[in-house]
């Protein structure tokens, strides 16, 4: 097997990794907080992270990976805008609608475009800004419901927008100029991010929640989500990095919307979440954007002088995992037309006790709601 070959198989790996674990983690933490009503969402973060260092810590002693340090200023700089970035998101969550939320996410990536092309002289094709607006126009039809604007929740969208943007790029730029794996830069920066969190968390969790962390009654069952959750988390830091590194800030992004989707129409099949044709119409726009942005990708990416069924077969090599979800998304509506007739589901008549946030129902800024996360 050639090394181009190993590459494309080890891209569509780290992709598929981060679509299953993500997707895994929202699960498990719709149960945590929507049933189990544990709502520190930044506190958890600190949590994952914590654990992820010393998982990490734990193969480096087995001698899975190499220690390799470099710039220890730079390794700080990134560990503390990291978690800086997911406090932010955070807020912009608890102080804006659901809907101007994902607005802000879909800010993500023009965004990125707009900073690398500005200061890392990177071309992007009209091609691939076509495909990328597809998506963005997908994920916004599916996902964005009411805009309300209020000068501090914009304030903080803008921030939060700004520091994914310019941590997710650093993430690709420190891996190629130290030369590190994902998993020896995921390894230094564990420990800021952790601690920026940490320290941080408690705090923001009362002024969203307006309860606290240490005050809350920690039952079994919820040490036992806590500690699922954190154990899933290592997966998921662990393929972002590796995602990142192995394609770029870009494309992380795009396959973020297509988690969304997936989360989308998960909660519809399984949990029976407020769902419509809208929503299909959008995550069906959305996959064709992803599978455009693969394939103009792909196409940019090969010389010219390729042969044309060489160049078709790595299209469809980095579209496989855009197809695979797309045709699990399809089985989904089928099982839910099936499971329609049935009103004696279990999981479904589970989560007929929680309260979830009507889309017609506008929020109250300011003033943290514990499904505000699961929707967005």
């Not at 297509?258 to 726009?285: E, M, Q």
Request: overall charge positive.
């Amino acid at each position: 097997m050639s090394e181009g070959q190993r590459f494309q198989l080890g891209t569509i790996g780290a992709l598929g990794l981060s679509v299953v674990s993500s997707v895994s983690i929202v699960i498990c933490n719709k149960a945590l907080i929507s049933t189990l009503g544990f709502t520190f969402a930044t506190t958890l973060t600190s949590w994952h992270l914590l654990v992820t260092f010393c998982s990490l810590h734990v193969a480096l002693w087995m001698k899975f990976f190499e220690h390799k340090p470099f710039d220890p200023k730079a390794v700080m700089g990134f560990g503390i805008l990291n978690g800086t970035s997911i406090g932010l998101l955070n807020l912009s969550l608890g102080f804006n609608s659901v809907g101007f939320y994902q607005m802000t996410k879909l800010a993500i990536i023009p965004c990125t475009v707009l900073l690398e092309t500005l200061f890392f002289s990177k071309q992007f094709s009209k091609k691939i800004r076509f495909s990328l607006t597809v998506l963005l126009m997908g994920v916004g039809i599916a996902t964005v419901t009411d805009l309300q604007l209020n000068m501090l929740g914009s304030v903080l969208s803008l921030l939060a927008v700004l520091t994914t943007c310019v941590a997710q790029i650093m993430t690709n730029t420190i891996q190629k100029k130290y030369k590190v794996s994902s998993t020896q830069l995921l390894y230094q920066s564990c420990p800021y991010q952790a601690l920026t969190l940490f320290i941080v968390g408690p705090f923001l969790d009362a002024l969203l929640t307006n309860k606290n962390v240490f005050a809350f009654k920690y039952t079994p069952l919820v040490l036992g989500f806590i500690v699922l959750s954190c154990m899933i988390s290592v997966s998921v830091n662990f393929s972002t990095f590796l995602v990142i590194g192995k394609t770029s800030p870009v494309t992380y992004q795009v396959l973020g919307h297509l988690k969304t989707c997936l989360v989308l129409a998960f909660g519809y099949v399984l949990l029976h979440d407020p769902f419509s044709w809208r929503n299909i119409l959008g995550i069906l726009i959305a996959v064709v954007g992803m599978v455009l942005y693969s394939y103009f990708c792909t196409r940019d990416a090969q010389p010219k002088v390729i042969e044309p069924l060489t160049q078709l077969s790595q299209v469809i090599i980095n579209s496989i995992p855009f197809l695979c979800c797309f045709m699990y998304f399809c089985c989904c509506l089928i099982c839910f037309m099936l499971l329609k007739e049935s009103e004696s589901d279990p999981l479904i008549n589970v989560e007929n006790g929680v309260n979830t946030v009507s889309e017609s129902s506008p929020q109250k800024l300011g003033v943290w709601s514990s499904d505000k996360d699961l929707h967005a």
